[in-house]
């Protein structure tokens, strides 16, 4: 108990530094960018903590067996694509030397 009342006459102590160092309404001005802060994060509609829950949601949403299906189509259209290229040079190589 006793270092309780050490701790709270400590913090006392440290708030009247505090008020004494901003005497210009700067303490004023902390607390009024503390409130706008804490309206930007907290914000219901569009504040910043709603935005990464929605974030988190839609990537435990996202299936991984689609993720995977996705690849496989990705991988499979750049196979084409090289063999069409490569086809094509070899067209192009016939025709000009040949």
Request: hydrophobic share 45%.
């Amino acid at each position: 108990m006793a270092t309780n009342n050490i701790t709270n006459k400590h913090l006392a102590e440290r708030l009247d530094c505090i008020e004494k160092r901003l005497p210009n309404g700067e303490l004023q001005e902390m607390h009024e960018n503390i409130k706008e802060i804490k309206a930007i994060l907290l914000d219901p509609e569009d504040g910043i903590i709603v935005r990464v829950n929605k974030n988190t949601y839609w990537r435990r949403e996202l299936d991984a067996d689609e993720f995977k299906a996705m690849i496989r189509w990705k991988q499979a259209m750049t196979h084409a694509m090289w063999v069409s290229y490569t086809a094509l040079v070899g067209i192009l190589v016939k025709i000009i030397f040949f």
